[in-house]
């Protein structure tokens, strides 16, 4: 008797901007210094007012996510639905390598990324990483 192996092109793929994880598929990335390929989930919370970077880190953290990188804002950015994000600017979770007082930010209204000193307030975005099986 032969049995049936699932591959990984017979699990369906969540399509963009569909439910999954407890938020919304916002994208796939692939992995990187050896970690998996995963789907990008934005859990859909922002803090009631503008943070500073660590208050940001902490509350995404409180409310079981992370802060996206550069890389993931990007892409959040580049999937984005109208409204979806305020016209701001938003923490990433990269510190600036050249300076250790700034941290990294997105602009969701142009695109642009920039570093901020991690005590200006800027808005916040919870991100999940659901790595592929």
């Known amino acids: 008797m032969k049995t049936k192996t699932r591959t990984a092109a017979a699990i369906p793929m969540p399509r963009i901007h569909s439910t999954y994880a407890g938020g ?7 992995g990187q210094d050896g970690k998996p390929d995963y789907l990008l989930i ?4 922002e803090p009631e007012q503008d943070v500073t970077w660590s208050q940001a880190l ?3 953290a409180s409310v079981g996510g992370d802060l996206p990188s550069r890389r993931e804002q990007s892409v959040l ?22 300076d250790e007082r700034c941290a990294w930010s997105q602009d ?4 642009y990324q ?20």
Not at 77 to 98: H, L, T, V
Not at 108 to 111: L, T
Not at 114 to 133: E, I, Y
């Open 114 to 133: 920039s570093c901020n000193h991690k005590g200006h307030t800027d808005r916040a975005r919870a991100v999940r990483r659901v790595p592929f099986q």
């Open 42 to 45: 934005d859990l859909g919370l």
């Open 58 to 60: 902490a509350w995404a």
């Open 77 to 98: 950015f580049g999937n984005r639905r109208d409204g979806q994000y305020k016209k701001r600017w938003y923490w990433s979770c990269e510190p600036d390598a050249g």
């Open 24 to 30: 919304e598929v916002m994208g796939v990335l692939a």
């Open 108 to 111: 969701f209204d142009y695109g």
